[in-house]
């Protein structure tokens, strides 16, 4: 399996610290509103990286962050009239949802910032006693100059940084004993949240977390560094920089970066007026199709948002799920039960798009060659599958849709959902049924709920019932 690297800036194959064992880490979002499409790029894309070495059979522990103290954050709080906790909940529960409704697995941990100050601290106070970081009335900086490997992920050489005047320059104050030293403290101004520390009462600064939080839940190597490519520089560089001087070796194997999204050709923004949330989007469309969209190009190439683009991950999304609703009905109507011989010849030649789909996703995860191939297993199935087929050979040919779907987080065998209605007119029909002593037809409407994710409970009170 070949990783495009961010650090090497070419194709590496991939080589696991521990046998079987993946280590990942992916910077989440700030929550202080809906998250936008932006956001969900590297939630699909690096969700999908997670779920193709699964299916390869690695054990992946995947830590994923919520950044919920920030400035932006604050800000919101001050304008709401409201703690800053209370916007970084409600925004972080607004954000899985929209994870949910994009098929994102929940991360091994998704740590919160403000739950590992104390590790935060720890590292800071490492980095001062190892001669790397200082402190000035109450703010602690890390030295860039005393890294002698920063801007080897940015590929930025230092002394061009400096000539490259302001707007290249980590933010902070200016007492600071070179302008690329970054804050790894800061002390509270009026009104802020703030933690206690051995140089002020204040909170930490943004890229101090990830490194805390990586090396808690994942230990001081790992093999996947992963985000936006917007996060290169500053903020992984500084990562790097703040966790290899702590640890006193390689942070990261494999950094993995994806491309930015415009929206109509345009770089998204507010003040432009194309900002979208994954939210809105979900107004218009089923976020399957946002996750359609996202995958159809390769991660590293820019991506476009557009209504026409949209709709064309519609339509092709739709064409895999008519294919597997076809088989679904044939499954249900055909007679014969095993595969005849000339079926399991037929069937043997859906390996070569399988194959066709791991070449790709082994080929630094090119998803969009991926679902080319699911395209053209979809083609096989409509061509060959019919109503003479066996339900082994039919059955067969959905669960290999199916599967490599799931890889990519596609929903293709969706469970109907059942109104509560139609939930109580059957436990209605199971209990006349047990009346009358038809403990078959009793049974079978159980399994029929159970199947749909309804589980029911008897009690003296009557038959209650719970979603799975």
């Not at 820019?302 to 294919?323: C, H």
């Not at 070569?352 to 083609?379: G, H, Q, R, S």
């Not at 779907?405 to 293709?412: A, K, M, N, R």
């Amino acid at each position: 399996m070949k990783v495009f690297n961010t650090l090497t800036k070419k194709k590496e194959e991939f080589v696991p610290l521990e046998e079987g064992k993946v280590r990942m880490y992916v910077c989440g979002p700030t929550v202080y509103n809906y998250i936008h499409i932006g956001n969900a790029r590297p939630m699909i894309v690096f969700d999908t990286v997670r779920r193709y070495f699964e299916y390869k059979g690695y054990d992946v522990n995947y830590v994923s962050n919520f950044t919920d103290v920030d400035d932006k954050i604050i800000k919101k709080a001050i304008e709401e009239q409201v703690s800053a906790q209370e916007i970084s909940q409600r925004y972080i529960a607004e954000c899985k949802k929209d994870m949910a409704g994009m098929n994102v697995k929940p991360a091994t941990k998704h740590p919160l910032a403000t739950e590992e100050i104390c590790g935060m601290v720890e590292m800071i106070s490492e980095l001062i006693e190892k001669g790397y970081a200082y402190e000035k009335n109450g703010t602690v900086y890390f030295s860039t100059r005393k890294f002698k490997d920063y801007g080897k992920l940015s590929h930025k050489n230092l002394d061009d940084l400096r000539s490259g005047g302001r707007s290249l320059l980590v933010s902070g104050e200016d007492e600071k004993e070179d302008p690329l030293d970054f804050v790894l403290w800061k002390p509270k101004k009026e009104g802020e949240p703030f933690w206690k520390s051995p140089w002020s009462d204040g909170r930490p600064g943004w890229h101090i977390e990830c490194s805390v939080m990586s090396r808690k839940y994942l230990g001081e190597q790992i093999d996947i560094h992963a985000g936006g490519e917007d996060l290169i520089f500053p903020h992984h560089e500084n990562e790097i920089a703040q966790s290899e001087a702590a640890n006193g070796k390689e942070f990261a194997r494999y950094w993995m970066h994806n491309a930015f999204l415009n929206i109509d050709n345009r770089k998204m923004s507010k003040s432009l007026g194309n900002f979208r949330t994954v939210r809105e989007i979900s107004e218009q469309y089923d976020l399957q199709v946002l996750r359609f969209f996202m995958l159809s190009a390769h991660y590293r190439s820019p991506l476009n948002f557009s209504a026409e683009l949209m709709e064309a991950s519609k339509n092709g999304l739709e064409r895999i799920l008519n294919a597997t609703d076809n088989l679904k009905h044939l499954i249900a109507s055909v007679a014969a039960e095993e595969m005849s011989a000339e079926e399991k010849e037929a069937f043997s030649k859906t390996d070569a798009y399988v194959e066709e789909f791991e070449k790709a996703m082994d080929d630094d995860f090119n998803t969009a060659d991926a679902i080319a191939a699911i395209f053209e297993l979809v083609k096989y199935a409509n061509t060959t599958a019919t109503a003479e087929s066996s339900k082994e050979y039919l059955r067969g040919l959905l669960d290999r849709i199916v599967k490599l779907g799931d890889v990519l987080g596609l929903i293709l065998d969706k469970k109907e959902e059942l109104l509560d209605a139609d939930i109580e007119k059957l436990i209605e029909e199971r209990q006349a049924a047990r009346k009358a002593k038809d403990f078959a037809r009793a049974d079978a409407i159980r399994d029929e709920l159970l199947e749909k994710g309804i589980i029911l409970k008897d009690t003296r009170e009557g038959v209650q019932w719970k979603k799975a």
